[in-house]
């Protein structure tokens, strides 16, 4: 959950260029950010290596220097990034760019923090210490949506000792700039597509059963379900249609709108953990999970499935709020069936002997403060076991 003051129910700070085909414009954006770049991308998530030359070369132009920064091969650990951080410090750096995926971006987060308050990642994210000062301004460029992380102000990273995933949050990691670009993540297979629009999906339904969430925050959240369930169907079918796919990438952002102020919840929780324990990433993980937590929270949430129904246009006239909320259920499961989506672990690699540890994992994460009702542990390994 971000970390605002008591009295602030709503704060979102960054900028957003949200346009089809704008990367040759990045350097004209930053220019008013900072002089001295370095674009930090994982080597796994360099997706459109065409598209990233003309991100560059933008850069280059209205810009003192341009280092790209691609040391970190796929998921950044804590070493990765205090040698990240400085690099920054001895090149000088007064702005960073985040080119990439879910990884690519959690580690610009934190090097822009790291940088600035010369302290070492396991400091921060064990609270041995605390920042000081705000980051290095930091530019996203998603590669694909990213269920709003790539607007949000938190991250996630790999522990180097006990290799899972620490999740850290502050308001001074908000960017300072979003640059959303559909065309960039125009190579997208249809299993991508499918997988990121329901994980979407799946952090917006996360975020309006927050006890945190008030009426903007599901505003926000509900047009995001709203694009999803009219676009993800088109977008697959027709993958050149870039109105589809534009409404794709507008509900990542309005999902990440309403997380920086509401929070997550126990499916971001749960897949955090599955993707430290299984080969699954959060996409899959999410998708995977969303059904099996829906029903879960139908009879301690069913107002707010109603609203979840109304978005998804289904019909709900004369009928009770518990049917009404059955109907969001429902309503998730037909997109799951029109594009095929499998809602197993079990037909993933995962394996049953893993589960009590993704119960355990999950339960460290703040998320699940934020839940409608308290979830004991063992509720959250008879989630696992329907869902396998």
């Excluded at 070493?79 to 995926?101: E, M, Q, T, W």
């Excluded at 694009?227 to 999902?255: C, D, F, H, Q, W």
Aim: aromatic share 8%; charged share 20%; glycine share 4%.
């Amino acid at each position: 959950m971000p970390v605002l003051p008591e009295w602030i129910n709503f704060q979102f700070s960054p900028k957003i260029h949200f346009e089809i085909d704008c990367g040759y414009k990045l350097g004209s954006f930053v220019r008013n950010i900072g002089s001295r770049v370095v674009l930090i991308t994982t080597q796994s998530e360099i997706e459109n290596s065409e598209e990233l030359s003309i991100i560059k070369t933008s850069l280059e132009k209205h810009s003192e220097g341009v280092i790209i920064y691609d040391d970190i091969v796929e998921k950044a650990s804590f070493k990765d990034l205090d040698s990240a951080a400085h690099f920054c410090r001895i090149a000088n750096a007064d702005c960073i760019v985040a080119y990439g995926g879910f990884d690519s971006i959690n580690a610009g987060k934190a090097v822009s923090v790291l940088t600035t308050n010369d302290i070492f990642t396991h400091e921060l994210m064990l609270g041995k210490k605390h920042l000081k000062k705000p980051g290095i301004p930091l530019v996203t460029v998603p590669t694909k949506p990213l269920l709003g992380n790539e607007c949000s102000p938190f991250f996630s990273l790999i522990d180097d000792k006990d290799r899972n995933r620490k999740y850290f949050s502050h308001e001074w990691l908000f960017p300072a700039l979003v640059v959303s670009d559909p065309k960039i993540g125009a190579g997208m297979s249809t299993t991508d597509l499918s997988k990121t629009g329901i994980a979407i999906l799946a952090a917006a339904i996360d975020t309006i059963l927050s006890k945190h969430a008030n009426e903007l925050t599901s505003s926000a959240s509900l047009r995001s379900i709203e694009l999803i369930a009219k676009n993800i169907v088109t977008t697959i079918r027709e993958p050149r249609n870039m109105g589809a796919r534009n409404a794709i990438y507008a509900a990542s952002l309005l999902a990440g709108i309403a997380q920086s102020n509401s929070s997550l919840g126990l499916c971001y929780a749960l897949s955090l953990a599955v993707t430290t324990i299984t080969p699954l990433d959060v996409f899959q993980a999410m998708t995977i999970l969303l059904p099996h937590i829906m029903e879960y929270n139908l009879t301690s949430s069913a107002g707010k499935y109603v609203m979840i129904a109304r978005a998804l246009d289904e019909d709900i006239t004369d009928i009770s709020v518990i049917e009404a909320a059955i109907k969001a259920v429902e309503g998730i499961r037909k997109i799951y069936l029109e594009l095929k989506i499998p809602q197993r672990l079990s037909e993933y690699e995962v394996k049953k002997i893993d589960l009590p540890g993704i119960a355990t994992l999950a339960a460290t994460y703040p998320f699940l403060d934020s839940l409608p009702r308290e979830l004991p542990k063992n509720e959250i390994e008879t989630i696992l076991v329907a869902a396998f």
